[in-house]
């Protein structure tokens, strides 16, 4: 299939998602957003929620990320895309139809490592909707965007493994309904370094876990949370180690492939909606005799929101392709490549966005605000832009490193 065919199934859902979007998710964010406030509890679980989740799953809209046909539609990455765009324009959709990170990333990790038990006991529920998870790799005292860095221990004795160290930022570990936790740790410090790590499954109320703080963002308590999680001589018997000893690294590269390239569908979709907003918005108000839609540099933030929107959709697709038809590995550049453009772009849009709104735009009465702070920390996570653009440099100069090689030793070089 080309980038620009679409299958009938993907044709259908997304038609079919799109007027779930209408009928049901866009009139629900402000019952919401009610719901939220009048708990006074940042982790609640509004009700709304389960009953649009009850809706999608009516509607055939639910699991649609997993590519495995034992689970979910077994849509190819290709097929998913504009779908993860469609749910990326309300903050609500992806939980809704459930599709949200990091559970994603942890259903896809327990299909393909996790053990028959770890199926039913966590993957089954999971892809219910019943479970949320949360994937603990980042630590507060080393740079984690070098994951060989990780130091939390994982000391093998007796049939068991004892964990000790300290997570921070792991996302949906303070949702309501989090009862597993993934967790990256060393397991032999004199190892090959990307030997070193393992991953093992571990239940949040484990002896010896303990959430101590959650994160804000920005000022914002997310619904899921972000916790800063401390591992005290936490007892993990050696069948809860993922894939085996040592395969920690492999593991991380596995999940975060799918993972951000999701986030960077997500985030057109946020870049749509603001750049919907801002022509609603810039049409609707006046100043100095005129609409602001006719003053010319407002014309061109849309006329760029455009152009880069159509850009970065278009390099999307191309990773998508390139992970169905030559894999993940093959395709990492690409990935690398669109997670720093999707999001930088989209959080360029959302700022011209907010501008157009005076001071609405800051607010919570528009979603433009909470989707800035989203996107500005999906620079971060999910490994900052520095790294991506470090991989994909190493890459490009890799050319002329073995193009030179070549030609010391002699051969014709044709660069
Ligand atoms: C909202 C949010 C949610 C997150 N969710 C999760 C989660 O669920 N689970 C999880 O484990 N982690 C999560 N993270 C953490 C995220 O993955 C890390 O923050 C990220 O990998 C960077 O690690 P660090 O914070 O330790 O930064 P450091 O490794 O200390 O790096 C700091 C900065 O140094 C710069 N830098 C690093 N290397 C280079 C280089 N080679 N060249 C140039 N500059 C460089 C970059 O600008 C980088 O931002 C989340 C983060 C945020 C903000």
Partial sequence: MSLFDISDRAAKYQADLLDFMESHIYPAEEVYERQMRESGDPHFQPPILEELKAEARRR????????????????????????AEIMGRSVIASEACNCNAPDTGNMEVLTLFGTDEHKEKYLKPLLEGTMASAFAMTEPAVASSDATNVELSMVRDGGDYLLNGRKWFASNAMHKNCKVLIVMGKTDPTAAPHRQQSMMVVPIDAPG????????VFGYQDREGHAEIEFE?????????LKGEGEGFAISQARLGPGRIHHCMRSIGMAERALELMCKRARSRSTFGKPIS?????????????IEIEMIRLLTLKAAHLMDTVGNKEARTEIAAIKVAAPNIALKIVDRAIQVHGAGGVTEDFPLAM?????????????????????????????YRAAEAAATNGQKVTA
Avoid: C, M
């Fill in 60 to 83: 055939g809209l639910w699991n649609l990320f997993h590519p495995h046909p034992e689970w979910g539609p077994g849509l190819t990455n290709l097929e998913y895309a504009p779908l």
């Fill in 209 to 216: 876990v303990t959430v101590v703080r959650s994160l804000p």
């Fill in 233 to 241: 001589d936490v007892r993990v018997p050696a069948k809860d180690v």
């Fill in 294 to 306: 006719e003053n010319a540099n407002i014309q061109d933030w849309i006329a760029e929101a455009r």
């Fill in 371 to 399: 989707a800035w702070a989203h996107l500005r920390t999906l620079r971060l996570a999910d490994g900052p832009d520095e790294v991506h653009k470090r991989a994909i440099a190493r890459q490009e100069l890799g050319k």
